[in-house]
Nanobody
Framework: QLQLVESGGGLVQPGGSLRLSCAASGFTLDYYAIGWFRQAPGKEREGVSC????????YYADSVKGRFTISRDNAKNTAYLQMNSLKPEDTAVYYC??????????????????WGQGALVTVSS
């Protein structure tokens, strides 16, 4: 069974940090693109970050550039999203996927339609 399981969400104060994890089972994560998405209440889902399967290049939405870092540990078959300097507007449910959303779909490489269950991140004082 192909599966992504997320962990690491929670409540954090503005300016704080969190690291989300995305553990894959049933397939090799680094063979595919890895994308992180988020959906805030009342808003559409948006792409946050992407690792291309072609060459490992990383991409970020302008709203998180310089604050978030996407990575993967091939030995653990796990991807991560390190989130620093968090802002209240980062509050959302975060999802990982074996795919990258727009505008990175054209550079994603191999894509797999598997999604994590979501992790709630709340940034509030």
């Amino acid at each position: 069974q192909l599966q992504l399981v997320e962990s690491g969400g929670g409540l954090v104060q503005p300016g704080g940090s969190l690291r989300l994890s995305c553990a894959a089972s049933g397939f090799t994560l680094d063979y595919y693109a890895i994308g992180w998405f988020r959906q805030a209440p009342g808003k559409e889902r948006e792409g946050v970050s992407c690792i291309s399967s072609r060459d490992g290049s990383t991409y970020y939405a302008d709203s998180v550039k310089g604050r978030f870092t996407i990575s993967r540990d091939n030995a653990k078959n796990t991807a991560y999203l390190q989130m620093n300097s968090l802002k209240p507007e980062d509050t959302a449910v975060y999802y990982c996927a074996g795919d990258c959303g727009e505008p990175w779909a054209v550079v994603a490489g191999r894509r797999l339609d598997v999604w994590g269950q979501g992790a709630l991140v709340t940034v509030s004082s």
